[in-house]
């Protein structure tokens, strides 16, 4: 009877369909400074790009290269209306050239590299806003590791913490 019980088990555990896990939504990014101006890297999986509906791929597990060129006016506008970085003075200029732009493979997952050249008028009062991903992905979280010369702080951007260093109420 056991091997009975056993050899059923075993056809179950065979037969039954695979389950798929889900993957958790994390990006990367790393604040520094060269010459007074800020310099940002962005590491995003390119599957949470594809789920977005930012680069369009019929599996968003499986994402080319070309795909990823394919959308880079997509990609440039999203980062345009997603992330800011400002200063004491206002919001400053930011952009991304996809010549610059690397696919790397780490922990299991293929992320977009995306260097972030920033131009700010004052170097005092630096803040990140990003709201990226947070619509396709609720729990999706951003890793910041913020090392300017003055500030070296490592801290998690959600959906609900969106800015770094925070905005305290008057």
Known sequence: MKYVFCLSSM???LCASPVMAHKFSTA?????EQQGQPVLLWKVALHDLAQAGLIQAKNNHQVSWQQV???EPQLQQ???ERLRFSSAVGVCSMQTAAADWLVKREQRDTYLILPLQVSCDSSEGWQ???RALFDSEHSHKLLLSWQLSQDKVDSVLSA?????PAVMPD
């Open 128 to 130: 990140l806003s990003y």
């Open 78 to 80: 999203y980062i345009s």
């Open 160 to 164: 609900k913490k969106m800015a770094f």
């Open 28 to 32: 990367y990014m790393d604040v520094t």
């Open 69 to 71: 060129l394919d959308s």
């Open 11 to 13: 056809v179950w555990l």
